[in-house]
């Protein structure tokens, strides 16, 4: 018998290379099925993940056009559950898809004020993210809910990407009635149009025939756009009330002419007289908002306000995975005394849509509490980039076509998503843009109103590892963060709803916005932003000489002391006949040669304007300068006024000691317009 | 043995692998069973909040969560959502799923909402550990789970409505559909003070020369007040907590009785463990009709509105 040697006893006789075939064999396998296993349970989780969402937006929805809410007549100080119908009856008994603008509105100022409270309370958890769209059924824009009387909300309501405004003093939404004037009158004709026309055309209204166009019963603010020719006699008419269609137009080839104040009906006539070949209107604007100006929004709609965009509200993601419903509803109105009796509930004629969008784009944990969490919803990231602020880079330089597309930008606060600007504070924004840096760093500039008022620049350096455009993976997602740094003495804007213009550009350096320049690769234009704080103005006192009443009256020729004014408020709400009550003035200018403005408020109803203040401020030596004032003046409101809604005129002069009472004297130096409301009968 | 050392050192990394894969299988089954709950519970209320007063509907919830978990449903006052507290397969420790509720006012008149919670009072929680059907009722403008006819006795199940009165009850002087059965009778109603939306269970003993007794076994709902015709009657076991009640109506005492005034719904429990005399305990409904109770001592009586 033969020993085996001792070289093959120490080897053993495992390690052959059929194990090693079978080894790597069954890792294979194993491996391979782990990683089915994997994809298996991340499709699993990821179907889970939708259906949740589709799950909460169908029920939030639902929750939303059915229900009135917890507790039923909720305002923002005590909602427990969001809903947005009339309650009707005890016990929160609603009529479904009766939906109450206050609650509407209160819904959209709460998701822009304090946004996560609202996904909390409507998705039950902070595991997915929401957004809303408000439009209307059957227009375009929000017109379905301008004019809408309200009950508890009194503050301008911002959507992210556009204002609701609020006629506080008539307790309703403002309206904007435009109609185009070759809509009214035909006779198209585009040969003035070189600077821009609304929807491209003029109408020739040489010997028009009167137009009749539908209207919201109450005052407006009548504006007309009308081709310039100062010479011209024409005149224009609303319901009979004649206003020159010439005089007083400013500024351009084309301009708009603010008419007047007017009571209006369902329906109002139109027409014109002593026209001429060559008299040209543009577009009429019937409005109820006191203080929209349509030649500061003449950039691109010609002073329409109405977008044609819906509302958005909440946090709204760029790409991923979104799950959406559109729910209807009527817009319900305040009950007549008819209506309480026959118990019927009143609705207007607009239908409201609302689009319901739920989320969970970005990588998140699963939704249970604690340190339990054991999975992730993969989804394909953002990639997070940072834009560095920067001292000056001012070299815009042409480069199309554009490597960089703007999806949308978050302006944050402490709890979320926060629109808020103050002055002096900086605020961090993330923009989501899609695109390439092409080799250099892109620049990103930051915007209110317009050019003019800039409140951050920062540089996007190239990332590592970017390939260029042009490359079938060089089209990249991003998720940038900026700081924005508003200047108090850079921005002397007054408070209230202003617009945030962003513009990117990929070559040189930042770039203004339009009309200072059009060499931008992306611009986005239409966020929404509250700015406070950034405007000081210095209170003066406003008081009455010792002439007595009336006062020297007169409209002298303009001396450019007083320049606009800013804002006019009833600080008790309303003017009560026979009190004495406090008007607030701010406004910009000087108060020219002879150190004193005099200022007259009027009341108007119907044609007639009727005195109820007067003062005169008086600042000697600011000539020249361009200063900031805020004063109050005390008047007792005369019992000769009608009650209702109604218009409180301030009209300044600052030329010798006179107070004009004439505000459609082109003389008048400034003059403000609100609508009021005089009650006390 | 390095061979050897290898393999196992690769079957311990395959198992631990494996481990690994089959309880984030089992966590995610956990995560769905409890997600899908807890959205069918709250299509269930917020269905029913949608409609008017006076509906009812049924919700079945399980024994137990995927993997033998057991769970409990939560409420809390100001909140609107209803939360599913399991525990996770893998750590054993705790699981929370909510779904949005399109109202916070849910009210539980389970009994076993006052047993197995630590719940405070702003918290309701229903521990469940077998498979229940639950009715739920809208009632002014609240959510109620509740028992399926608001009187029960054994074998016994009928509905009764509340009686109607803009003021508190008063157990010595009786409404009228009390005093039409009679000089004799013996009754429970319900009472509803349509003034502050209280509701009372009153119990009015008119049967000259008649004794009971009552001890509350079970009882949810908030209790405002307990009233009496005469001091001393209607009180509070010390040993439970609970109302009891010890009645003798003498022959010159026309009615005896009391009343359980609640905030919001109620259910009570109770068993008579005395009674004397010759005339029936009936629980009255405001529209005429009445239920006759059994007069087995000891035998339970529940109560529950609505």
């Known amino acids: 018998m033969h020993s085996l040697p001792v070289k093959m006893k120490s080897k053993g006789q495992m390690f052959t290379w059929d194990m090693i075939f079978g080894l790597t064999l069954f890792l294979l396998t194993f491996g391979i099925t782990i990683s089915i296993w994997d994809t298996s349970y991340n499709d699993l989780r990821s179907s889970e993940d939708g259906y949740e969402m589709t799950w909460l937006v169908e029920t939030v929805g639902d929750q939303l056009v059915r229900t009135a809410g917890d507790p039923p007549n909720w305002a923002r100080e005590n909602v427990i559950t969001y809903g947005l119908t009339e309650e009707s009856g005890a016990y929160g008994q609603t009529e479904s898809r009766i939906i109450d603008a206050d609650k509407l509105l209160m819904l959209l100022q709460d998701l822009r004020s304090n946004y996560t409270k609202v996904r909390d309370r409507l998705l039950g958890s902070g595991t997915y993210d929401l957004y809303l769209e408000v439009s209307c059924l059957n227009s375009t824009g929000l017109t379905c809910l301008q004019g809408i009387p309200l009950q508890n909300v009194t503050d301008t309501v911002g959507c992210n990407n556009q204002p609701i405004y609020v006629n506080r003093p008539w307790k309703m939404t403002n309206s904007y009635e435009w109609h185009e004037a070759e809509d009214l009158w035909g006779n198209n004709d585009e040969s003035q149009c070189a600077i821009g026309c609304s929807r491209g055309n003029l109408s020739a209204i040489h010997q028009a025939p009167d137009a009749h166009v539908p209207s919201k019963k109450g005052g407006h603010y009548v504006w007309v756009r009308v081709l310039g020719n100062p010479g011209g006699g024409a005149w224009i008419f609303i319901d009979q009330t004649a206003y020159p269609l010439y005089a007083g137009t400013s500024g351009g080839i084309i301009d ?296 020297p009256f007169g409209c002298l020729p303009a001396s450019d002391s007083v320049g606009d004014i800013h804002s006019l408020n009833v600080l008790g709400g309303a003017l009560t006949r026979g009190q004495e009550e406090t008007v607030e003035v701010k406004w910009e200018g000087d108060h020219g040669p002879y150190g004193h403005v005099q200022w007259t408020f009027l009341v108007k109803y119907g044609s007639i304007y009727d005195t109820v203040g007067y003062c005169h401020s008086d600042v000697v030596g600011d000539t020249g300068t361009l200063n900031y004032y805020t004063m109050e003046c005390k008047f007792t409101v005369p019992g000769s006024i009608p009650c209702g809604p109604q218009y409180l005129y301030a009209v300044a002069e600052a030329r010798d000691g006179r107070y004009c009472k004439e505000p459609d004297n082109p003389l008048a130096e400034a003059v403000k317009i609100i609508g009021v409301t005089v009650d006390g009968c | 043995m390095v061979v050897l050392g290898i393999v196992m050192i690769l079957f311990i990394i395959i198992g631990f692998l494996v481990y690994r894969a089959y309880v984030r299988s089992n966590d995610l089954k956990i995560y769905v069973s409890g997600e899908r709950l807890a959205n069918r519970i709250a299509d269930k209320i917020n269905s029913l909040n949608a409609v008017s007063d006076g509906h009812m509907t049924t919700l079945s919830i399980p024994a137990e969560l995927f993997g033998a978990r057991n769970y409990t449903l939560k409420f809390y006052d100001n909140e609107s959502a209803a939360f599913i507290e399991g525990s996770a397969f893998s750590t054993g420790s705790d699981l929370r799923f909510s779904s949005p509720l399109s109202t916070s006012n849910v009210n539980c008149l389970l009994p076993e909402c006052t047993r197995g919670c630590n719940a405070t009072s702003s918290e309701q929680c229903l521990k469940v550990d077998e498979a229940m059907e639950i009715t739920l009722k809208k009632h002014a403008g609240g959510i109620y789970l509740t028992q399926r006819h608001n009187t029960v006795q054994e074998s016994l199940n009928a509905d009764v409505a509340a009686y109607d009165l803009k003021g508190k009850p008063d157990p010595s002087n009786p409404p009228a559909f009390v005093t039409r059965l009679g000089a004799q009778r013996n009754v429970v109603y319900v009472h509803h003070n349509t003034a502050d939306k209280t509701y009372a269970l009153v119990f009015s003993m008119a049967g000259q020369g008649g004794r009971m007794k009552i001890e509350f076994v079970n009882m949810t709902g908030r209790l405002l007040e307990l009233r009496s015709d005469d001091a001393g009657e209607f009180t509070f076991d010390a040993a439970t907590g609970l109302p009891k009640a010890s009645w003798d109506n003498p022959v010159t005492d026309p009615v005896d009785g009391g009343s359980l005034e609640f905030k919001k719904g109620f259910r009570g429990c109770f068993a008579m463990t005395e009674i004397t005399g010759p005339n029936d305990w009936l629980v009255l409904s405001s529209d005429g009709n009445n239920v006759k109770l059994s007069k087995t001592e000891d035998l339970v009586t529940c109560i529950a509105y609505p």
Request: hydrophobic letters at 30%.
């Open chain 1, 256 to 551: 708009w002419k603010f008419l007047g104040t007017q009571e209006l009906g369902y329906e109002a006539v139109i027409g014109f007289n002593d026209t001429a070949a060559g008299d040209m209107v543009d577009a009429l604007l019937l409005t109820t908002d006191q203080s929209y100006d349509p030649r500061r929004d003449n950039r691109d709609r010609y002073g329409n306000p109405n977008t044609g965009k819906p509302c958005e509200a909440g946090l709204k993601p760029a790409g991923g995975e979104v799950h959406t419903v559109m729910k209807t509803g009527i817009i319900g109105l305040p009950p007549t005394a008819l209506d309480r009796l026959t118990g019927r509930e009143p609705v207007g004629d607009g239908i409201v849509q609302l689009r319901v969008a739920v989320w969970g784009g970005r990588e998140r944990t699963a939704r249970i509490s604690g340190e339990t969490t054991t999975s992730t919803t993969t989804t394909t990231l953002r990639k997070a980039i940072d834009c560095n602020p920067i001292a000056d880079k001012d070299m815009c330089v042409s480069d199309k076509p554009s490597v960089i597309t703007m999806e949308n930008t978050v302006l944050w606060g402490a709890g979320g998503p926060e629109y808020t600007l103050t002055c002096g504070i900086n605020k961090d924004v993330t923009i989501n843009w899609v695109g390439n840096h092409g080799g250099n760093p892109n620049y990103f500039a930051f915007f209110v109103d317009d050019g003019r008022y800039m409140v951050g620049k920062c540089k996007s350096d190239v990332p590592a590892n970017e390939v260029p455009p042009g490359d079938p993976n060089g089209d990249y997602e991003y998720e940038m963060n900026c700081t924005l740094w508003p200047d108090p003495v850079a921005l002397p804007l007054p408070n209230g709803m202003h617009t945030l213009i962003v513009t990117a550009e990929n070559e040189g350096g930042f770039c203004y916005p339009s009309p200072m320049n059009d060499s931008y690769d992306a611009v986005m234009d239409d966020i929404n932003i509250d700015l406070t704080g950034c405007l000081n103005y210095n209170s003066i006192p406003c008081q009455k000489w010792a002439e007595g009443y009336p006062p």
